[in-house]
């Protein structure tokens, strides 16, 4: 067989078979584009025919989008090649035979990826993390961009994306689910009275919740847990917030903002570290001579 009589072959397979490829990959890449469309108009009906405004409820639906696209996806794919092996003449029957025996090779030899994706479908079906939450994973910390069986997708604050797989995933620490809460330490000098500090944060709350800025997203009052510690050079007050979920940190600063201010108009001292020297003294109540020798040198 000579090479012109190949070249006629092979453009004729081409001609039979090349556009009904071309086809199917088209068909395919389109159905995986319709049901993204689709899933998203469906998703986002529901959310405004919801009766109130509910951003968990939008979180969960957003992840459940993710989740159904991949799913999707991955059926769609696996069907055109099928039909592709098919149509250039690959007899399928033997293959879809051995694909208990493949699926058994693959509960063996990759059994991580196994685990991510059991993993992966009870943390959604639980509930844990949903897109646009807050959570502590595995040692990472950040914002849920995206989620699917696989892996779970972060990025913190300094705007690293971290990759992490769900079958590592083994405690969920979820810091916006329904409310989040932020905890004030307040630390004030031994010489202040108390109440009197209990007395400037509630006040600081009750601005802070009355501005409209803010007001919206705190849901409570303050909470004041009371004295919580004789530190070495501060008495710490602890209180507590709750606000709407991932606003604690927004509030908590603009709380610590102005009761800064307010402490310093009210001349109540925000300690610094700082220690007291006992010379101490000998069996005879004496204490020894405490020589300071103070220089100045010249520039």
Do not use: C
């Not at 961009?145 to 994306?161: H, K, P, Q, S, W």
């Not at 405690?171 to 010489?191: E, L, P, Q």
């Not at 530190?231 to 610590?256: G, M, Y």
């Amino acid at each position: 067989m000579d090479i012109k009589q190949i070249a006629e072959e092979g453009l004729a397979w081409l001609v039979n078979h090349g556009p009904k490829i071309i086809f199917i990959l088209l068909v395919s890449f389109l159905l995986i584009k319709l049901s993204a469309i689709i899933s998203s108009r469906v998703f986002r009906t529901v959310i405004r025919h919801k009766k109130q405004k509910d951003d968990e409820f939008k979180k969960r639906a957003d992840t459940l989008q993710s989740i159904l696209h991949f799913v999707f996806s991955l059926i769609i794919w696996i069907t055109a090649a099928v039909i592709i092996l098919d149509e250039i003449g690959v007899n399928i029957g033997p293959i879809l035979a051995a694909a208990g025996v493949l699926g058994l090779a693959v509960g063996f030899g990759a059994q991580s990826l196994v685990k991510d994706i059991i993993s992966g479908f009870f943390i959604f079906l639980e509930d844990q993390i949903r897109v646009g939450d807050v959570v502590d994973v595995s040692g990472k910390a950040g914002v849920v961009e995206r989620m699917n069986l696989r892996m779970t997708i972060l990025r913190d604050l300094a705007g690293n994306v971290h990759f992490v797989p769900n079958g590592e995933i083994s405690v969920v620490t979820n810091m916006t689910k329904g409310y989040s809460r932020y905890v004030f330490d307040i630390g004030v000098a031994y010489r202040e009275d108390v109440d009197e500090v209990i007395e400037v944060m509630q006040k600081v709350d009750e601005e802070l919740r009355a501005d409209p800025d803010f007001g919206t997203d705190i849901l409570e009052p303050l909470e004041i847990l009371g004295l919580d510690e004789f530190a070495d050079s501060a008495l710490i007050i602890k209180a507590r917030t709750k606000t709407r979920p991932i606003k604690q940190w927004r509030v908590a600063r603009e709380f610590n903002r102005r009761l800064k201010k307010a402490f310093d108009e009210r001349n109540i001292e925000i300690p610094f570290p700082h220690q007291t020297i006992y010379i101490g003294k000998d069996k005879n109540d004496q204490s020894p001579p405490l020589n300071i020798v103070i220089e100045q040198t010249g520039r």
